[in-house]
């Protein structure tokens, strides 16, 4: 069976650029999470969804960071413009039935902006 | 104080050895908690689930104490697979419906031969 897919698995970019991060979860499943990771602060939620509907956007950085679930098997993460600070390893996860059980995490996309 | 903490390591130890980790937690309604791992430029993946009465499997055994807010991972026999970043991951009691896990930085581990 497939697990999380995610697209590209690595982005190269210039300041001011738009990067769209792409994520298939794992069919079935009912949460997805997209975090960040870098060495500084860890592991950082940005977004979940709940049957395709945003639940908690708290963690999302600012206006420049979008992310959509247009259905149960796709979802986006778009930063624009995007900043040299954006760089770190962007995880998708997914998990089936709730937030407290086993997520399952994507191979993660590496984004360098320069 | 963090909301969840542990020491960062590196833990250097050599084969065969018997390692523990602790990670601390900040607030004492959490309902429930995890441990993952996630090797060097891979993702985290669950190593195992925390339980009251504690956990074990295989090698590894987990506990938790909530009297201290703490829970650890006990790694019997380490072998040269076992090299990673251990992420204690807490899931608190929600406020509202809000819930979100909450992440450790991770400790690191370095088996040798």
Redesign the interface.
Known sequence: DAGVIQSPRHEVTEMGQEVTLRCKPISGHDYLFWYRQTMMRGLELLIYFNNNVPIDDSGMPEDRFSAKMPNASFSTLKIQPSEPRDSAVYFCASSLGGVGETQYFGPGTRLLVL | RKEVEQDPGPFNVPEGATVAFNCTYSNSAS??FFWYRQDCR?????LMSVYSSGNEDGRFTAQLNRASQYISLLIRDSKLSDSATY?CVV?PRPAG?????I????TSLAVNP
Request: glycine content about 12%; charged content about 30%.
């Open positions: 309902q429930s891979k993702e985290p993946k669950l992420l899931n419906n809000n819930r979100k896990l992440w450790g930085l991770g």
